[in-house]
Nanobody, 124 residues
Framework: QVQLVESGGGLVQAGGSLRLSCTASGRVFRMYTIGWFRQTPGKEREFVGSIRANDGGTHYVDAVKGRFTISRDDAENTVYLEMNSLKPADAAVYYC?????????????????WGQGTQVTVSS
């Protein structure tokens, strides 16, 4: 069974940085395509970015392009979300999820397994 655990959330001032981690278990890690999502109270969970298993390709939504970077360390079974130049609008609970089809799509319905989330708070 696939298990995902996020960590690294916290409180940061606007303009600051945080690095979130998503550690996976349950199958060979290099086979994971991982997506990052975020959610604020009363809103739908939204796609942030993803990294593919087959070629390490990444995809980001426009709101975070140039500020967020997703990377992976297969030896550590971990995917990272490096967030720079954080804005109050980035504050949310961040989740990582497994796209078993491997495409790294923005479609939330195609993600099968989810972590428990980690809170990111950005003060202005």
């Amino acid at each position: 069974q696939v298990q995902l655990v996020e960590s690294g959330g916290g409180l940061v001032q606007a303009g600051g940085s945080l690095r979130l981690s998503c550690t996976a278990s349950g199958r060979v890690f290099r086979m994971y395509t991982i997506g990052w999502f975020r959610q604020t109270p009363g809103k739908e969970r939204e796609f942030v970015g993803s990294i593919r298993a087959n070629d390490g390709g990444t995809h980001y939504v426009d709101a975070v392009k140039g500020r967020f970077t997703i990377s992976r360390d297969d030896a550590e079974n971990t995917v990272y979300l490096e967030m720079n130049s954080l804005k109050p609008a980035d504050a949310a609970v961040y989740y990582c999820a497994d796209d078993s089809l491997g495409a790294g799509t923005e479609d939330i319905r195609l993600y099968d397994y989810w972590g428990q989330g980690t809170q990111v708070t950005v003060s202005s």
